[in-house]
C-alpha cells in the first residue's frame, strides 16, 4: 500500500498484559513517529526514529513504553503491564526525512488500545 | 513546554455560513502545520506556513501564520458538510540541535457543519 499501515487496528487487553503495536511506513521514508491520542485530546508525541535509532524518546511516559525499529523500516510499540490509563489511540506517522526543514508527517491510521 | 491553545473547541455551523479557528501559543514556532482528522483514521495534512505573516488559501480555507510565529488562524468560507471534521493545528520547534523534529498539538475543534 502506498501509505502508512498499523495492526492491529483495535486491541483490547487486560490490566497487567503485555502488548505490542506495530507500524509499517511509507517506503523509503527515513523519519518515523509515534504518537498517543487520548479521547478529546491532539496526539501526544512518544518517539521518534530517524533510522534505526531513537533520536528523540522524550515523550514515552514511563519505562513501561518500548519501542524499537531494527531495520529501519517497520517499528513495534511495546507496553509491558498494561494499565487503565494506557486506553488510547496510538498513531504512527513516518517522513523522508527528519530533517531542519519542516517535513511533511503522514500518518496511519491508529491502533485504538483498550485495557480493561 | 510548548504548549497549543485552540479556540473554539466545539462548533456547529449551518452550511453556508463562515468560520474562523484560532491556534495560539506563548511559544515561537519554526513552522506551523493544520491537520483535519476524521473518525477512525490519522490526520491528514492541509497546510504548513513557515513565515512569519505568511497567508496561505487552499479552495475556500485560509491560513495565516501570526508575525511573532506564535499563533494561527484557520478560516473557511460558505462551509460545506463535508467540512466536519476535527481540525487540529501542531507546531513543529525551532531546532534545537538535538535531533528532535516532534509536533505539538492543540487538541483540534471539532466542526459539524450542518446541511
Known amino acids: 500500500g502506498a501509505g502508512v499501515s498499523q495492526t492491529p487496528s483495535n486491541k483490547v487487553t487486560e490490566k497487567g498484559k503485555y502488548v505490542e503495536l506495530r507500524c509499517d511506513p511509507i517506503?523509503?521514508?527515513?523519519?518515523l513517529y509515534w504518537y498517543r491520542q487520548s479521547l478529546g485530546q491532539g496526539p501526544e508525541f512518544l518517539i521518534y526514529?530517524?533510522?534505526?535509532?531513537?533520536?528523540?524518546d522524550s515523550g514515552l511516559p514511563n519505562d513501561r513504553f518500548f519501542a524499537v525499529r531494527p531495520e529501519g523500516s517497520v517499528s513495534t510499540l511495546k507496553i509491558q503491564r498494561t494499565e487503565r490509563g494506557d486506553s488510547a489511540v496510538y498513531l504512527c506517522a513516518s517522513s523522508l526525512t527528519g530533517g531542519m526543514e519542516s517535513n511533511e508527517q503522514f500518518f496511519g491510521p491508529g491502533t485504538r488500545l483498550t485495557v480493561l | 513546554t510548548q504548549l497549543l491553545e485552540q479556540s473554539p473547541q466545539f462548533l456547529s455551523i449551518q452550511e453556508g455560513e463562515n468560520l474562523t479557528v484560532y491556534c495560539n501559543s506563548s511559544s515561537v514556532f519554526s513552522s506551523l502545520q493544520w491537520y483535519r482528522q476524521e473518525p477512525g483514521e490519522g490526520p491528514v495534512l492541509l497546510v504548513t506556513?513557515?513565515?512569519?505573516?505568511e497567508v496561505k488559501k487552499l479552495k475556500r480555507l485560509t491560513f495565516q501564520f501570526g508575525d511573532a510565529r506564535k499563533d494561527s488562524s484557520l478560516h473557511i468560507t460558505a462551509a460545506q458538510p463535508g467540512d466536519t471534521g476535527l481540525y487540529l493545528c501542531a507546531g513543529e520547534a525551532p531546532y534545537s540541535g538535538a535531533g528532535s523534529y516532534q509536533l505539538t498539538f492543540g487538541k483540534g475543534t471539532k466542526l459539524s457543519v450542518i446541511p
Open positions: 517506503s523509503g521514508h527515513t523519519a
Open positions: 526514529f530517524q533510522g534505526t535509532g531513537a533520536a528523540d
Open positions: 506556513v513557515v513565515t512569519g505573516g
